[in-house]
Structure formats: C-alpha cells, structure tokens
C-alpha cells in the first residue's frame, strides 16, 4: 500500500525488501501515546551481500522501530547513509541474540541502514 505521505514509496538499495504485514490507518500527526499506534509494520531485509549497506525508508511519521537479526547475528544500524557497511562511526553495534528499540520517538523523513551476515534477514517493525 503506497504512503500518502512518502510520494516516492519504500525504497531499498543493494537487496531485496519484503512487506509483510501492513495494517490499520496512519495515525494524526501530533500522535505521541504509545496505547494508541494503529499501524505496525514488519519487514524483512534480505542481505545477500555480507557487509552491504541495505536501506528501509520509513513511512513519513514513523513512532518506534524494533530490528533483529532472524539468525541471531550480529549487526550494524544507522540512521546515517554510508556508516554500515565499511564501519564509520556513527553506528550502532547490535550483538548476536538482541533485538534494537528506538523507544518512543518522533522520526519524521527518515531511513534505517543495516548491514551484516550473507543471507541473514534482518526483521524489522515500525509503527507509524
């Protein structure tokens, strides 16, 4: 389903993204209280080239991420381009088995960078 507030759709560079659940409304604006987010989504970032920059644009207004590593690998996020994939400082070393929270936040027009493993998925969801 194509975001109203994103004209030019989820993009990905360097693999393969697939949507799997997409559900409710987007949520108003001023949105804040966690109770009330309607509309999770997860992805599945494939990486098929280990140490490859892989990008999730979010949705316009994005509220809270979550991101692990389906084969329990570690791996490197960002919200900066070009930090994951040959490391440079600023990212964040997510270890093997744990799972990344961004917390309650308001991320307006922003992506996620990962990088990791061959052929590990890294899970994402948000809720926008």
Do not use: K
Request: negative net charge; contains cysteine.
């Amino acid at each position: 389903m194509p975001d109203p507030n994103n004209p030019m759709g989820r993009q990905i560079q360097g693999g393969a993204l697939t949507p799997v659940y997409i559900a409710g409304s987007e949520p108003s604006s001023g949105l804040q209280d966690a109770s009330l987010l309607t509309t999770p989504r997860i992805y599945n970032i494939l990486l098929v080239v280990a140490n490859t920059e892989y990008q999730l644009v979010l949705p316009y207004t994005c509220y809270r991420v979550f991101a692990q590593s389906r084969g329990t690998n570690a791996f490197r996020f960002s919200y900066v381009p070009g930090h994951v994939a040959a490391p440079t400082e600023p990212y964040l070393s997510i270890a093997a088995g744990q799972v990344y929270d961004s917390g309650m936040v308001t991320l307006t027009g922003h992506s996620i960078y990962v990088a990791g493993v061959l052929n590990d998925v890294i899970e994402v969801e948000i809720w926008a």
